[in-house]
């Protein structure tokens, strides 16, 4: 088929705006009813139980990455005791939220948009309406408040279990005193810090669930749409983390006039 | 010798009576990409009557009915259903319409996460305000209908096709909507499962006397609902003594082309010299 930028910008100004609209309708829900709590507690069990693993792995191996790279660097200007404070800032403000939401986008946002693609191609979806119920409401909205408020807790497990990684490469491999460790990693942070890093997952989590069901709610043509639908949410709900994240990040530092 | 059928014109309902109508379709088109489905096509759904719906795969036959329930929106016309007219509501006013309706998808459509008896309490679930206790008497009433109460704790994807249909219709009825859709209750079953369908969609039919419209690409369905009866004392379906007419009007809408080319009852269409309705019912 011959590709038309005329058509090409069309389709493209129609799916922003009906994921905006998806986003919109989402938190518009909150305020409306019926509220489905219980499929809010379900999806929050699916996507913050089922998503710890990953999490815990994922913290674990980032914050012991981070301390075994900086520690060479660290050791040539005899700052090694630096390090719990490289690790603490870094794992805090920026990589803590950014490796969470990755993980929990290529877990999540696929598995949302699969199922809910499957629900389209199978008539789900439309035998909801039928049967009286707006899928948006009974749907959408619990996967959004659940992946906005589990993936808050997430990151501060992440950030925490990040730590103990750096820690554990401190003290077993360049003989760093635990107590020393933990003091300065503590001590360098401030609430800015904090704050920073506990905002962007509250944006992410947003992103991966609208994302997810944005692509999950629009997938066409059977199986293959699906699989498509699938793949796109993971690409476009990173790809959106990490863009936001530079302009949240960026924000944040020109509204606390940050260093 | 019986009169011919009524032109598709005269048909055409007026304001007027639209509202006393179950459902009206007036001059109604859809296109999908740029390519007509439906082209002005105009019927109604008189209260009490099954209309089966004809046409060939891509006709526009399911659009009706999706259109029905306002899951779709016509590009021109107007369609009136219980009163209210679709095209111009919104989806939240939708919702409470389509409480008053019961469809059975194509292919069932059933929630795979859940259980047959979530699946058919689904509506009265939503509607709130239900204990588990009270689901369970019309959960078992409306699968005792489709006689599969065994199979109240499995899950859509331990049953078979037909079960599965049958399970969709036990959902459809369960609130004894006013109107009912089917969309290909038939397709992709073998000719006796096929048949224990068309017998349940006639013992709903002549026990409950809801409106419905079947929508169906094997036109034999459709003469075997018009042509037979559900005898309540035997509890079966049986033929319809020669020339008597059924307890419920049987009407036939045949598509061509995303137009009517036909509208009217069996024996009307028995009539017809229409080349392609001949072809077909020959």
Known sequence: MEFSPTEFVKETVQSVQDYSLLAGRSVANLFLQPRYFADMIQQADLIGFGSLPIVVLTGLSIGAELALNSANTLQRFGSLSLIGQLVSVGMVRELGPI???????????????????????????????????????????????????????????????????????????????????????????????????LVKPLFFGFIIATIGCYYGMTARGGTQGVGRATTQAVVASSVLILTVDLFVTKFLMAVFAYR | MAAPPTAIEQRVPNEADAAANIVVFEN????????????????????????????????GKSTILKLTLGLLKPDAGKIHVLGDDVTQMRENELFDLRRKIG??????????????????????????????????????????FVELEDTVDKFPSELSGGMRRRVAIARAIITHPEILLYDSPTGGLDPVTSTTIIQLIVKQRDVYKTSSLLVTHRLQDAFMMATHYFDRKANEMRPLPPGAPGEVPMAFLILRDGKVIFDGDAHELAQSKDEYIREYIS
């Open chain 2, 103 to 144: 469809m059975v998808f194509q292919e069932s459509a059933l929630f795979d996460s859940l259980t047959v008896r979530e699946n058919v309490a689904f509506r009265l679930l939503e509607e709130g305000n239900v204990s588990e206790d009270e689901i369970e008497k019309p959960v078992r009433e409306a699968l005792s």
């Open chain 1, 99 to 197: 490796i969470t939401g990755l993980m929990v986008a290529g877990r999540n946002a696929s598995g949302m948009a699969s199922e809910l693609g499957s629900m389209v191609v199978t008539e789900q979806i439309d035998a909801m309406r039928a049967l009286g119920t707006d899928p948006m409401k009974k749907l959408v909205t619990p996967r959004v408040v659940s992946t906005v408020f589990m993936l808050f807790f997430l990151t501060i497990i992440s950030d925490l279990l990040g730590l103990f990684g750096g820690s554990l490469v401190s003290v077993f491999l360049f003989r760093l005193d635990w107590r020393q460790y933990w003091n300065t990693a503590y001590q360098i942070l401030v609430f800015q810090d904090v704050f920073m890093g």
């Open chain 2, 28 to 59: 109604v088109s859809i296109a999908f990409e740029d390519k007509p489905v439906l082209d002005g096509i105009s019927f109604r759904l008189a209260k009490g009557e099954t209309k089966a719906i004809f046409g060939v795969a891509g006709s």
